[in-house]
């Protein structure tokens, strides 16, 4: 048998003594109750790597072996490769040291190690003693790339990621050229049919595969948006909250552990929250925004479920067996079984946004704090972590606005005057959080009109959001919210003027800029149509706007391109937009 308890030697951890190993005596509830738990001495059949996204027993080689041993490490580099906001660590972290915990009770031996230095480093000092460890075919590109040394040397081997609701020989089916460009109709038809999730005899359940068209409501106060649950106090959450004050002090955002569910129930809990207060009145709503609300009837559980803490396929499931409005359900299903699906298996066919685009790709060198100046000493990451694909078919060259980052930019930050923006930047640093249309139609559509990296705001996407990861966040920002990579997985940019977001949010109400007279988003608007316009114009889907734009005439698109100029120069600057330079720049 082997002694599932801590070893107090580096040598009987699977570490040399001078291995970066992390003892901190602010974790010391979660060590004695983890070794309080564990079993003292018993046969392991072989170990198991968990790596952070999969925190569940219910699939995999866990699933399957009791006797299995499971090995977790907390890298303290890996946590702080970017700056992080503080809600997004204490997702991660509450929730590994919770599944510690759970797994301990259920009577697995469980190996909690915490370094300072990458993954890669202690697993391989692990295998040094413990031989090979299996692990589930990461989802983050970002770890694979990381662990490809241990896995070419047989210390690690891959068994397949059974998390995911679909397959690779889906996403062929579904384009048999294998390139681009991708589809997410196309895909989500192709899993429905063969799932038969909301089909009934090879045809879809009220005669649409989407009722997109239909969930585009705003929203008028009613019915009333739930206020989502709070979890109780606990040691954890107490012991954790001061660690991370300390431990990530440098690091962005506010951090509310109360939001977060620590143990399976509180994670039910949480799911049993969203069926029951928000699903009924998904659909019309989805695209709604409000300053009265955050998160409208949008369930939140993408951080738990992108940890495997909530399973996808039984969110899928509980939503196609209850009993919703069939706008609500499809429309809520096709986010998971469709374009979930749809751009981690993107994210995967294009390797992270390097290669086999619609556009040509560079990569960056190394991680990237999307503008965030470094407060003392950054961790090196492994060999073989670079910064990420960065296409980018617009030419876009504007460094990210100090606007995004709020308080976090040193000295702070000042708003950009423009309420919508600062609204939801405030949010999403209160929260780590904000949901999919103020991501795209408002953080995404601003930085993408006034031509903002996209690499940078991608950076800051995965920086600032407690459900971020590669697979996720480079398809959502680079594939779609900001266009970089063409018409690899878009037809079209997602970019609008005043008038969309005064028709879909209340946001204009408390702005200085009048959306009907003076508000700059609409000559961004054009003045970007007429910049790419010799790109645009191959699309058939955007004639009709291209031909809007170009009867404006010339003295009206002068003044488009004044206010793409100004605009640029004053978030530059840091500076905030005031109606005083519109009434001469641009306003009607």
């Avoid at 946590?79 to 759970?102: C, D, K, N, T, V």
């Avoid at 809520?332 to 066919?349: S, T």
Wanted: aromatic share 8%; with cysteine.
């Amino acid at each position: 048998g082997r002694d599932c308890r801590v070893p107090a030697k580096p040598e009987e951890r699977g570490e040399n003594p001078e291995g970066r190993v992390r003892r901190s005596p602010a974790v010391a509830h979660f060590r004695e109750e983890l070794a309080r738990r564990s079993v003292s001495s018993r046969t392991v059949s072989g170990w198991v790597l968990v790596a952070p996204d999969q925190l569940t027993l219910a699939i995999g080689p866990l699933a399957r072996d009791r006797n299995a041993g499971i090995l977790l490490v907390e890298s303290q580099e890996w946590l702080s490769r970017r700056p992080y906001h503080r809600q997004r660590l204490g997702w991660i972290l509450l929730s590994m040291r919770a599944f510690a915990l759970e797994a301990a009770a259920d009577g697995r031996c469980v190996r909690y190690e915490s370094t300072d230095g990458p993954i890669v480093e202690a697993v391989e000092r692990f295998t040094r003693v413990n031989r090979r460890v299996r692990l589930m075919q990461p989802a983050e590109r970002e770890l694979r790339a990381e662990l490809a040394p241990l896995v070419a040397s047989g210390a690690v081997e891959i068994v397949p990621h059974e998390g995911w609701l679909t397959t690779s020989e889906d996403f062929h089916a579904s384009f048999p050229k294998g390139k681009p460009p991708y589809r997410m109709d196309t895909f989500y038809r192709t899993v429905r049919k063969r799932t038969g999730i909301l089909v009934e005899k090879g045809k879809p359940v009220g005669g649409a595969w989407s009722f997109d068209a239909e969930n585009r409501q705003s929203w008028p106060g009613t019915p009333a948006a739930p206020e989502p649950p709070r979890f109780p106090a606990s040691p954890l959450r107490k012991e954790l909250a001061k660690e991370i004050a300390e431990r990530f002090a440098s690091h962005p955002g506010e951090l509310d552990l109360a939001t977060i569910p620590e143990t399976r129930e509180q994670v039910d809990e949480l799911w049993a929250w969203a069926r029951r207060e928000c699903l009924t009145h998904f659909g019309p709503f989805e695209d709604a925004m409000s300053v009265k609300s955050r998160g409208l009837f949008h369930t939140r559980i993408s951080p738990a479920m992108n940890l495997l803490r909530l399973l996808p396929s039984r969110v899928v499931a509980d939503a196609a067996g209850s009993r919703l409005p069939l706008a609500s359900q499809e429309g809520f299903i096709r986010q998971i079984l469709g374009w979930r699906e749809f751009v981690r298996h993107v994210h995967e066919a294009t390797d992270g946004f390097r290669t086999g685009l619609a556009v040509e790709a560079t990569c960056e060198r190394k991680p990237g704090r999307a503008g965030l100046p470094a407060k003392g000493k950054t961790p090196s990451p492994p060999a073989g972590v670079d910064g990420g694909g960065a296409p980018d078919a617009l030419s876009a060259d504007l460094p990210l606005p100090a606007a995004f980052w709020g308080e976090a930019w040193p000295d702070g930050a000042k708003p950009s005057g423009l309420n919508c923006l600062d609204r939801v930047v405030a949010d999403v640093w209160a929260e780590g959080w904000s949901h999919h249309i103020t991501r795209l139609m408002v953080l995404s559509n601003i930085a993408t009109l006034v031509g903002v990296r996209p690499r940078e705001l991608t950076d800051w996407f995965w920086i600032a959001y407690a459900d971020a990861w590669d697979w996720v966040v480079e398809p959502n920002v680079l594939g779609m919210g900001t266009f970089a990579a063409g018409e690899t997985m878009t037809t079209k940019p997602y970019v609008s003027g005043a008038g969309y977001l005064a028709k879909m949010s209340d946001y204009c109400e408390g702005c200085r800029f009048d959306p009907a007279k003076d508000c700059p988003l609409t000559p961004l608007y054009w003045a970007f149509l007429a910049r790419h316009e010799p790109v645009l114009a191959r699309n058939p889907r955007m004639g009709v706007v291209l031909a809007a734009m170009r009867k404006r005439g010339p003295e009206r698109q002068a003044k488009d391109r004044a206010a793409f100029v100004h605009v640029r120069e004053v978030l530059v600057r840091g500076e905030r937009l005031g109606p005083a330079r519109a009434d001469t720049l641009w306003a009607r």
